[in-house]
């Protein structure tokens, strides 16, 4: 039997159970982040000191307070983006207002489908749709080879790269996609 797939675009998720797998998914993908999500507090933060750590609570609180496009099988979360449509990005020269992609998470069970390419696929229409002027942008870090090839794949450019700000040879890269 072929399982049932289905986005879902929250601009705040309100349903507890949605919440609960949210932060589910999060703790079960947090050690594939560099640093890990069990050292972050936030989906922004920009010093990647080593924080105290609370789990992934204070990430997923964070999380929380954006819109997100759940991707789910059969009526379960197996995937999301979180993100921003009007965000100052203060790392940016200039600090612009972008359309800013905050944190793609896909159940390590669920890899290898296409799933991740298709939630950002989703995001993307939802964003030119919305606000078809605004230049869409993300980071990630420089050792991030699955998100590296699908960035190059879905048409982002690096637009501005912080040398070793992750630790020793691990960037932190920022990557636009135009506006159409």
């Not at 790392?91 to 489908?113: E, K, M, W």
């Not at 078809?132 to 990630?140: F, K, Q, S």
């Amino acid at each position: 039997m072929a399982e049932r797939e289905e986005s879902v675009l929250r601009l705040r998720v309100q349903d507890e159970e949605e919440k609960r797998e949210i932060r589910e998914l999060l703790a079960l993908c947090a050690g594939d982040f560099v640093p890990p999500l069990t050292q972050r507090s936030s989906t922004t933060q920009q010093s990647w000191e080593q924080g105290s750590g609370d789990g992934v609570a204070l990430y997923a609180e964070a999380l929380l307070q954006q819109s997100v496009l759940l991707w789910k099988q059969d009526g379960k979360t197996v995937g999301l983006l979180s993100f921003r449509p009007e965000y100052v990005c203060e790392a940016l020269p200039g600090q612009p207002t972008v359309f800013y992609l905050s944190t793609l998470c896909v159940s390590p069970a669920c890899r290898g489908q296409g799933l991740a390419r298709r939630i950002y696929e989703a995001v993307l229409a939802f964003a030119r749709e919305t606000l078809p002027e605004r230049p869409v942008v993300l980071r990630t870090w420089s050792t991030n080879a699955p998100q590296l090839r699908l960035m190059a794949r879905l048409g982002f450019a690096e637009i501005f790269r912080l040398p070793d700000d992750r630790g020793p040879g691990v960037d932190t890269v920022y990557y636009r996609l135009a506006p159409r």
